[in-house]
């Protein structure tokens, strides 16, 4: 079987004026590996790709460690511990930020939130906003709460609505008028993203994994934007040459964004392995496309660890 631990941000401080990111410390990732030693034994991308059928139908609990994004302090703070302990893990990139050198809108969105409170950039988006796309139905507020769950209700929506009820051409409007008033672009993608360097050794040891190009929910995409998405991404991480073996991260990972055809064009680019956020373990007989994962923050050492709750 497979269980597989997933992590974004990874900082030693998370203060902020309006804090809304939900990481973790070096302190506690290393805690948490080690936590994590004691009921599994851990596996790379090379050997998941190359013995996955033996892997979902074995009765030792292989464990898997994913971070998305490809953010510099995932590599900074979190390789050292990974190399420490004798840890590979998958990092899965999203190519805009090298490509186009532009600060992904999940990560705009994100910056946002951590500096004007959630009502207010509400109100801001909807003075922004031609569009009458601010009701949302019973059945969306139900899973804009299941999807984010670790936020209040507020920001929950505001999420929902930016991620899953506009189109990315209407959130990439609206967002970037925002967000020019509050950062500099250019410094946010040289402080937060990986460099090409630290890009190239994960690569050299097939740590890489494709979080498609612009990490906009592929299920809401048509299918030749899909494919685009999927290929821009796997053909970037190719061009280091070092012919890796790449899974893909379905950005936000719900039933929406990886619904059909988003796994079969997937399989038709060259990914043999996909990754939702479906949480649970994986055992044998799993589609290969469409395997679990659990956030950090549900497994043993996380902050919201209750065991009653895993589905095994």
Same mark, same amino acid.
């Given at each position: 079987m497979?269980?597989?631990?997933?992590?974004?941000?990874?900082?030693?401080?998370?203060?902020?004026?309006?804090?809304?990111? #939900?990481?973790?410390? @070096?302190?506690?990732?290393?805690?948490?590996?080690c936590?994590?030693?004691k009921?599994?034994?851990? +596996?790379?991308?090379?050997?998941?790709?190359?013995?996955?059928?033996?892997?979902?139908?074995?009765?030792?609990?292989?464990?898997?460690?994913? #971070?998305?994004?490809? =953010?510099?302090?995932?590599?900074?703070?979190?390789?050292? +511990? =990974?190399?420490?302990?004798?840890i590979?893990?998958? *990092?899965?990139? !999203?190519?805009?930020? *090298?490509?186009e050198?532009v600060?992904?809108?999940?990560?705009?969105?994100?910056?946002l939130?951590?500096?004007?409170?959630?009502?207010?950039?509400?109100?801001?988006?909807?003075?922004?906003?031609?569009?009458?796309? #601010?009701?949302?139905?019973?059945e969306?507020?139900?899973?804009?709460?299941?999807?984010?769950?670790?936020?209040?209700?507020?920001?929950a929506?505001?999420?929902?609505?930016?991620n899953?009820?506009?189109?990315?051409?209407?959130?990439?409007? +609206?967002?970037?008028?925002?967000?020019?008033?509050?950062? !500099?672009?250019?410094?946010?993608?040289?402080?937060?993203y990986?460099?090409?360097?630290?890009?190239?050794e994960?690569?050299?040891?097939?740590?890489?994994?494709?979080?498609?190009?612009?990490?906009?929910?592929?299920?809401?995409?048509?299918?030749?934007?899909?494919?685009?998405e999927?290929?821009?991404?796997? !053909?970037?991480?190719?061009?280091?040459?070092?012919?890796?073996?790449?899974?893909v991260? *379905?950005?936000?990972g719900?039933?929406?964004?990886?619904?059909?055809?988003? @796994?079969?064009?997937?399989?038709?680019?060259?990914?043999?392995?996909?990754f939702t956020?479906?949480?649970?373990?994986n055992?044998?007989?799993e589609?290969?496309?469409?395997?679990?994962?659990?956030?950090?923050?549900?497994?043993?050492?996380?902050?919201?660890?209750?065991?009653?709750?895993?589905?095994?």
């Open positions: 497979l269980t597989v631990s997933n992590y974004h941000y990874i900082r030693e401080d998370f203060s902020a004026p309006y804090p809304s990111i #939900f990481g973790v410390t @070096p302190t506690e990732f290393e805690n948490q590996l936590e994590l030693a009921i599994g034994e851990f +596996i790379n991308q090379s050997r998941l790709i190359n013995d996955i059928d033996a892997i979902l139908s074995s009765s030792i609990n292989y464990i898997l460690i994913t #971070f998305d994004d490809g =953010l510099k302090e995932q590599y900074v703070l979190g390789k050292p +511990i =990974l190399d420490k302990l004798k590979q893990a998958v *990092y899965f990139i !999203n190519s805009i930020n *090298y490509i050198k600060v992904s809108q999940v990560h705009k969105i994100h910056l939130r951590l500096q004007i409170p959630t009502l207010m950039l509400l109100k801001m988006i909807e003075n922004l906003s031609s569009e009458n796309s #601010f009701d949302l139905s019973q969306d507020l139900k899973n804009a709460k299941l999807f984010y769950r670790y936020d209040d209700f507020d920001s929506c505001l999420k929902y609505l930016l899953f009820k506009f189109t990315k051409d209407q959130t990439t409007k +609206i967002i970037d008028v925002i967000f020019d008033d509050y950062y !500099n672009r250019s410094t946010v993608v040289n402080d937060l990986m460099t090409n360097a630290q890009l190239v994960l690569s050299s040891l097939n740590m890489l994994g494709s979080h498609t190009h612009s990490h906009f929910s592929l299920g809401l995409l048509k299918s030749s934007e899909i494919r685009k999927l290929e821009t991404t796997k !053909n970037f991480i190719d061009s280091f040459g070092h012919k890796n073996l790449i899974t991260s *379905y950005p936000y719900n039933n929406d964004s990886c619904k059909s055809p988003v @796994p079969d064009i997937a399989l038709e680019v060259g990914h043999k392995i996909g956020f479906e949480r649970g373990v055992h044998f007989g589609n290969h496309l469409l395997l679990k994962r659990y956030d950090c923050n549900d497994l043993i050492g996380g902050k919201n660890y209750q065991e009653k709750l895993l589905w095994k």
